[in-house]
């Protein structure tokens, strides 16, 4: 009797795993969505923002020589090609809301998606940050021949600085939007097996 005692006491002492509802499930997808979507709108936004800044720089700023003006062509068109891949994953993200009728179809999308933002986010912003390389050694050539050699010294330091503060900071960026979009097609996948 004391063994099955025992033995129900260890039985009892185990804790219950937490069961979520398919209810509190769909509340995380949809929060997770939300966030992703907000990020997405807030990066075009702000890169909006900067290529107006160079805009603005480029009309009103008097430039000698023309590698100064190729720069800010290059960096204009970079920057607008980020926008549009952000603007259009925000309006991919945000436009398809059957996920509830057919999960499974946003469960292929969000994968898909998945893959494509990988791919930006390492062969696609490797390319993007040689063409801002490349725009930033056009556009010091006039800082050389313009400005003390201080300046330029300076200026090429803190640009080398920048691109290894956003090399480091892309590895945390690409984790986390790749466990974002992972949680997402989980939770998803939960709501599935439930269904089926």
Same mark, same amino acid.
């Given at each position: 009797?004391?063994?099955?005692?025992?033995?129900?006491d260890? =039985?009892?002492?185990q804790?219950?795993?937490?069961?979520?509802?398919?209810?509190?499930? @769909?509340?995380?997808? %949809?929060?997770? %969505?939300?966030?992703?979507?907000? %990020?997405?709108?807030?990066?075009?936004?702000?890169?909006?923002?900067?290529?107006?800044? !160079?805009?603005? *720089? /480029?009309?009103?700023?008097p430039?000698? !020589? =023309?590698t100064?003006? *190729?720069?800010?062509? @290059?960096?204009?068109?970079?920057?607008?090609?980020?926008?549009?891949?952000q603007?259009?994953?925000y309006?991919?993200?945000?436009?398809?809301?059957?996920?509830?009728?057919?999960?499974?179809k946003?469960?292929?999308y969000?994968?898909?998606?998945?893959?494509?933002?990988? !791919? @930006?986010?390492?062969?696609?912003?490797?390319?993007?940050?040689?063409?801002?390389?490349l725009?930033?050694a056009?556009y $010091?050539?006039?800082? $050389? @021949?313009?400005a003390?050699? =201080?300046?330029?010294?300076?200026?090429?330091? $803190?640009?080398?600085? =920048?691109?290894?503060?956003?090399?480091i /900071?892309?590895?945390?960026?690409r984790?986390?939007e790749?466990?974002? !979009?992972?949680?997402m097609?989980?939770?998803?996948? %939960?709501?599935?097996?439930?269904?089926?």
């Open positions: 009797m004391k063994d099955f005692d025992a033995l129900k260890i =039985w009892t002492a804790a219950a795993v937490p069961k979520l509802s398919p209810e509190d499930t @769909l509340r995380k997808v %949809k929060q997770a %969505k939300a966030g992703y979507a907000n %990020k997405l709108l807030i990066e075009s936004f702000l890169m909006g923002g900067i290529v107006l800044f !160079l805009a603005g *720089v /480029w009309v009103f700023s430039f000698v !020589l =023309w100064s003006h *190729v720069s800010l062509a @290059l960096l204009i068109v970079c920057c607008i090609y980020y926008l549009f891949v603007f259009n994953d309006r991919g993200i945000t436009h398809d809301a059957n996920y509830l009728e057919q999960p499974e946003y469960i292929t969000l994968k898909q998606h998945r893959s494509r933002r990988y !791919l @930006l986010n390492t062969r696609t912003y490797a390319a993007y940050s040689v063409s801002i390389g725009a930033f056009l $010091f050539i006039e800082v $050389f @021949l313009a003390p050699l =201080w300046q330029t010294i300076a200026g090429v330091s $803190f640009t080398i600085a =920048w691109f290894v503060f956003c090399f /900071w892309m590895q945390s960026y984790k986390r790749q466990e974002k !979009l992972s949680e097609i989980l939770n998803l996948e %939960k709501i599935q097996k439930q269904f089926d």
